[in-house]
Every structure is written in C-alpha cells, then in structure tokens.
C-alpha cells in the first residue's frame, strides 16, 4: 500500500514537471518563431536573470560557452556543430549533457543526455542514421542514438536527438572526419572567390 501511495504521488509530480517542461517548451518555440538570434538572445538574458525556471533554481552549474558566428553553444558541441552546419544540417538548440550524471537505458535521466534539436525532422534522421553507421555496434552500448518529433515551428516538424554525453567525443571525431571527405559542390567555391575579390 505504501508503494502503491509512494508511485502515485511520484506519478502526480513527473506530471507537474512534464507540464511546466511543455509551457517552458511554448515559450521557446514562441520564440524561435519571432527570429532565431532574438529567441535565444531573449532566452540567455532570462537565464541570466532566472526568469521561466518555472522547476526552481538549477542546481547544476550550466556549461561553459563558445561562440559560433555568433551564437553560443556548449563549448563541448562547438566542433560536432560546426561540422553539421558545413554539411547544411541546422541546428537550433544543443547541450553536451553530464557524462557523471547519465546512465544508459534509463528514460528518467534523459535530461543528463547530450541533446541536438534539428531545424527538419529530415536532418535529424540523417543525423541519427549517419551517426548509428559512423559508430558501428558502438552505437548500442550506451543507449544508442534517440530521435524524437517535436511540435513543429512555420509548418517544419522539428526533432530532437539524444545519445550519451560519454560518446560525445568519438561522435565529434567521426562526423569531423566525415565531414572533410564530403565534396564541396563548385558553386559554394565560386561564390567564396567571388566574395574574396
């Protein structure tokens, strides 16, 4: 009976969490939809003041930064980004996740994943299935690489993909290195000499 109340009133709270995740989740994609660079811009000033942490204060330390074109991203998905960008796979939102915190195969640690949100539910997929390939039977052995729909922006579905922070690494490595043996079609060369001259 106690378990029985102690799996209700858990329940009753991961439901909590789940809505203020999805209000959290409209706000963002309001956001996105007013312009990319003013929706993340306009989320990094509300981080900064603690405004929408509609869960109370984060007790982990965010983590550390770098700037891509201007954008900041997590300083461990700089490479893996810029490589997906090079390839025309865009991205809108990412985080490198807590290698300490996540375990494999556990749906209740998702949040400590390494985390890509992609513009199309199409790039996430050609991410998902490159990925699974670069890996090999690797790919399995840490929860594997997860898609997921999300609600759509200007009539895109939109999909997030998770795997484990611990392949971070060999996942940046790969799809760096695949990223150079990708021919680059003539006319993004001309239009670089083009804007040389």
């Given at each position: 009976m106690i378990r029985d109340l102690l799996g209700e009133w858990l329940g009753y709270w991961r439901f909590k969490r789940q809505l203020a995740e999805m209000q959290r989740s409209q706000f963002a994609r309001d956001q996105f939809k007013q312009g990319y660079r003013v929706g993340y811009f306009k989320g990094r000033d509300d981080e900064k003041v603690g405004a929408f942490n509609i869960l109370g204060p984060d007790p982990d330390p965010p983590h550390p930064q770098v700037e891509i074109e201007g954008i900041e991203v997590d300083e461990g998905m700089r490479d893996l980004l810029e490589a997906l960008w090079k390839l025309g796979l865009w991205t809108q939102f990412s985080c490198q996740g807590d290698p300490e915190k996540f375990a494999p195969f556990q749906s209740y640690n998702r949040d400590y994943a390494a985390q890509i949100?992609?513009?199309?539910?199409?790039?996430?997929?050609?991410?998902?299935?490159?990925?699974?390939?670069?890996?090999?039977?690797?790919?399995?052995?840490?929860?594997?690489?997860?898609?997921?729909?999300?609600?759509?922006?200007?009539?895109?579905?939109?999909?997030?993909?998770?795997?484990?922070?611990?392949?971070?690494?060999?996942?940046?490595?790969?799809?760096?290195?695949?990223?150079?043996?990708?021919?680059?079609?003539?006319?993004?060369?001309?239009?670089?000499?083009?804007?040389?001259?």
């Open positions: 949100v992609f513009d199309t539910f199409d790039e996430a997929v050609k991410f998902t299935r490159k990925t699974a390939e670069l890996l090999g039977p690797k790919n399995y052995t840490e929860g594997g690489v997860v898609i997921q729909t999300m609600a759509p922006t200007d009539e895109a579905v939109r999909a997030e993909v998770t795997f484990s922070p611990v392949l971070l690494p060999e996942i940046t490595q790969h799809w760096v290195e695949f990223e150079k043996t990708v021919p680059r079609e003539p006319a993004e060369d001309a239009a670089e000499v083009s804007n040389a001259s």
